[in-house]
């Protein structure tokens, strides 16, 4: 019950309250940021799409969480999910910068991805971190495509984008250390699948 009770404050936090980050923002000072009014539109729905991104992050490690009998990789994913707040608070604080909206359906992301790391977790702890190490693969190749598409003046969300890259595959690797099996290419089309309807979805709504 009371992981149950935690895993409800998770989701309502991330959904609908602010979110705090523990490491200040990656955005160099020196570098003020310009842009035109298609830039700063641009930029926006692709922040948002990062914030979907982070929202789902969050839910995908409290479904695992929850649904691991392991304590020590409870503490684990736990941790990682702590890390990856900053994120979250980074991207929702960068949209709030350009003036734009997070994605309205975020609850929908939110427990389609705590389900997917429920189900992950009853099937065994070694396929749970897999699914860690293919989403932050995946994560990492999405945020290196932003980077390349992002205004070439955006220095603040460009900066964070690059934080954040860096962060995933530091999470990809920690898993694998952690004991992650392979995925099987089925399923690791599946997820690509899911991510593409996602992120096409929210970078209009």
């Not at 980050?21 to 922040?47: F, N, S, Y």
């Not at 991104?53 to 684990?76: D, I, K, P, W």
């Not at 969300?157 to 690797?173: G, L, P, T, W």
Request: proline share 5%; glycine share 6%; aromatic share 4%.
């Amino acid at each position: 019950m009371d992981r149950l009770l935690g895993g409800l404050d998770a989701a309502l936090r991330t959904l609908f309250a602010a979110p705090r980050a523990t490491r200040p923002c990656p955005v160099v000072p020196a570098d003020e940021t310009h842009l035109g009014q298609q830039e700063r539109q641009h930029a926006a729905a692709l922040m948002r799409v990062n914030h979907v991104g982070e929202v789902c992050a969050q839910a995908l490690y409290s479904g695992q969480a929850l649904g691991t009998r392991n304590e020590a990789l409870r503490q684990h994913l736990q941790s990682a999910a702590r890390e990856e707040a900053d994120h979250l608070a980074w991207t929702r604080a960068r949209l709030d910068e350009l003036g734009a909206r997070p994605s309205l359906l975020n609850p929908i992301w939110y427990a389609g991805a705590f389900a997917i790391g429920a189900a992950a977790a009853r099937v065994g702890d070694a396929v749970s971190l897999g699914f860690v190490v293919e989403t932050e693969r995946q994560v990492e190749a999405h945020l290196e495509s932003h980077l390349e598409r992002l205004p070439p003046g955006d220095h603040a969300s460009r900066a964070i984008v690059a934080q954040m890259k860096e962060d995933e595959a530091q999470h990809a690797f920690l898993a694998q250390q952690a004991g992650a099996v392979e995925l099987p290419l089925p399923a690791r089309l599946l997820m690509k699948a899911a991510a593409r309807v996602m992120t096409t979805t929210a970078h209009y709504i």
